[in-house]
C-alpha cells in the first residue's frame, strides 16, 4: 500500500517514454481527436489563437492541489476571457490511476467547476506521448501561430500543498501575459512535476 501511494506522489524527474516531438519554438505536434462530447478537436481550428494544453488526472494529490484550492479553475477563467483555448486531457490507460469514461470525465467537471474549452481523453496515450506529457498537471501553451512557446509545471512550486499557491510564479499566466503582449515568453521550459502520467 505505502509503495502504491509513494509512487503515486512520485515527483516527475525523467521518463522512459521516447523523446517528444513537442519542442519549444517549433510547430506544436498536430492531432485530430473526439472530446468528451463528441466533438472534433484539431489544433489547426485554433490558428490564430493561444492553446493551453493541461494533462489532468483527477485522483493526483498535485491535480488536487490547484482544482481543490480553485487556482486552475480561476487560471481557465483568466486565459479563456483573454481568447486562450483551453484544452484539458486524461491520458490514464484503461484500469490505471485517473481513467475515466465521457460520463464520469463530465461529473469530475462539474464537480470542480472547471472551465476548460474542452476535455480530451486519451486512453491510449497517443496524444500524451506525442507531446512526452510526463506530469499531471503537465502545460503546454502554444502561440497563436501554432508553435510551442512553453512546456512543463505549472509553477515553481513543486509539493501538493495548496498553501504555496500564494507565493507560487505561475509559469503558465506568465507565458499567456507575455504572448498576448507580443513578448518572448521568459521562461520556456522547466521540468514538469506531479504525479506520473499513467500510461
Known amino acids: 500500500m505505502f509503495k502504491k501511494i509513494f509512487c503515486s506522489l512520485l515527483l516527475v524527474v525523467g521518463s522512459a517514454l521516447p523523446l517528444a516531438a513537442a519542442e519549444i519554438g517549433k510547430p506544436a505536434p ?80 462539474a464537480k470542480a467547476g472547471a472551465q476548460e474549452t474542452a476535455y480530451i481523453l486519451d486512453p491510449q496515450g497517443t496524444l500524451g506521448r506525442l507531446y512526452g506529457a510526463k506530469a499531471t498537471p503537465h502545460m503546454f501553451v502554444v502561440d497563436a501561430k501554432g508553435n510551442l512557446a512553453y512546456e512543463g509545471a505549472i509553477d515553481d512550486k513543486p509539493t501538493p500543498d495548496p498553501d504555496d499557491i500564494k507565493t507560487a510564479d505561475n509559469y503558465v499566466k506568465d507565458a499567456i501575459d507575455a504572448l498576448l503582449a507580443g513578448k518572448p515568453v521568459a521562461v520556456a521550459q522547466t521540468r514538469a512535476y506531479g504525479c506520473s502520467v499513467k500510461y
Open 30 to 109: 498536430a492531432f485530430d481527436v473526439k472530446d468528451i462530447n463528441g466533438r472534433e478537436q484539431t489544433l489547426a481550428q485554433y490558428k490564430g489563437k493561444i492553446v493551453v494544453l493541461e494533462w489532468n488526472n483527477p485522483e493526483c494529490p498535485f491535480v488536487r492541489k490547484h482544482y481543490g484550492s480553485g487556482n486552475m479553475q480561476k487560471l481557465q477563467h483568466y486565459a479563456l476571457g483573454k481568447g486562450v483555448v483551453w484544452l484539458s486531457i486524461d491520458s490514464g490507460a484503461p484500469g490505471k490511476e485517473g481513467s475515466m469514461d465521457a460520463g464520469q470525465a463530465k461529473a469530475e467537471i
